[in-house]
């Protein structure tokens, strides 16, 4: 017989335990992921193992885990929903470093059924308003608590089986379930997409308001900042219009004096101009190298567009914070064959749901 667990705010077993949650990968405590993800809520008939090495090595008892919605999308809001799905705990004989593709390799010889087969509902979700989101609020409290025991080289292996689902896209159909997810690289690069906020207005003689994405990468080289800026002022063959980055270390809102009509976002300690001149869609897109900065130093950055003879437009802003380089090697990886629960195998893939055990 199938059990039926709601979970509300998460209380059920976690309410009842003094062990402080904790996140894997560790980095991303206070940090948005660099990636979103569905698996696991996300699909219908999933199987998903995540191999995390970077829990506590003293061990813990772990009562359930949660994922969090992700921030960085500008779009995200997700109506109730509710997953038919197991999870069994072992500790993993393989490393995330050395996963493999076959799901019975990484499972330990005795994994333990934490949660039998059942459904979990899920609350509607909108995008958070800051980043990362404030709470895990995505939880899945077990039917059993699992003694982590720990060790100076232990991984943890979560098997997740999803056999159904009820959601936006109606039963038993995939959806976009906005998890934050992280992408761990070999090197330890670390990226830091920039959560937009505020509006950007549009040039002159254009509908469409200016936008801008960044990307701040911290390479153990040094730092880089990739910048999408869209829809700025344009430029003609008599007049090329470029586009410059302004920097703050907070946000704002007050109407731009060049032009009261749009709106300055981040308070200005420094602003330089971007080599090259934007396109004829008032497009600039490249990266500019940046000095290395201090880890958890918070930025806010905006575009500003212009030509010479007085066309002048500002973009959408981003809160980009500094991360600290990642873990080397990898403290975690994912494993999943997101179509067939029942298939011996998946694909091994860098791109981790940010998860909370608790």
Not at 123 to 136: E, G, K, M, N, V
Not at 194 to 200: D, L
Not at 229 to 258: E, K, N
Request: hydrophobic share 40%.
């Amino acid at each position: 017989m199938h059990i039926r667990i709601l979970v509300a705010a998460g209380t059920l077993l976690a309410g009842t335990l003094a062990a402080q949650p904790v996140v894997s990968p560790a980095d991303r405590v206070g940090l948005e992921g660099s990636s979103t993800t569905s698996y696991p809520l996300g699909r219908f008939n999933c199987r998903l193992q995540q191999l995390h090495a970077d829990l506590p090595q003293a061990g813990m008892t772990v009562a359930g885990h949660a994922y969090r919605r992700d921030a960085i999308s500008t779009r995200g809001a997700v109506e109730s929903y509710r997953v038919e799905l197991s999870v069994a705990l072992s500790a993993a004989p393989l490393t995330p470093e050395t996963a493999s593709r076959t799901f019975a390799q990484n499972a330990g010889a005795t994994p333990v059924v934490v949660l039998p087969r059942t459904w979990i509902d899920f609350p509607a979700t909108q995008r958070p308003s800051i980043d990362p989101a404030p709470l895990f609020e995505l939880r899945i409290p077990y039917a059993t608590t699992y003694a982590w025991a720990g060790g100076a080289a232990a991984t943890l292996c979560m098997d997740t089986t999803v056999c159904g689902n009820d959601g936006p896209n109606g039963p038993n159909a995939n959806f976009t379930a906005y998890e934050d997810a992280h992408e761990l690289h070999d090197d330890g690069t670390a990226e830091q997409p920039g959560y937009r906020y505020g509006n950007g207005c549009p040039a002159p003689g254009s509908s469409r308001a200016a936008t801008a994405t960044f990307e701040l990468r911290h390479l153990p080289t040094g730092m880089e900042l990739e910048i999408k800026a869209r829809d700025g002022v344009a430029s003609t063959p008599a007049t090329p219009a470029v586009s410059a980055l302004l920097i703050g270390f907070g946000a704002q809102s007050v109407s731009w004096p060049i032009r009261p009509t749009c709106t300055l976002l981040t308070e200005i300690v420094a602003a330089g101009v971007l080599n090259g001149a934007n396109d004829d869609q008032g497009d600039w897109t490249g990266i500019v190298q940046a000095m290395r900065l201090p880890v958890g130093m918070d930025l806010y950055l905006q575009i500003a567009s212009g030509h010479p003879l007085g066309g002048a437009t500002l973009s959408d802003a981003s809160h980009v914070q500094i991360p600290p380089l990642g873990q080397v090697p990898p403290a975690a990886v994912r494993i999943a064959h997101g179509s067939d629960r029942a298939s011996a195998s998946g694909t091994v893939s860098a791109t981790v749901p940010v998860t909370e055990f608790f």
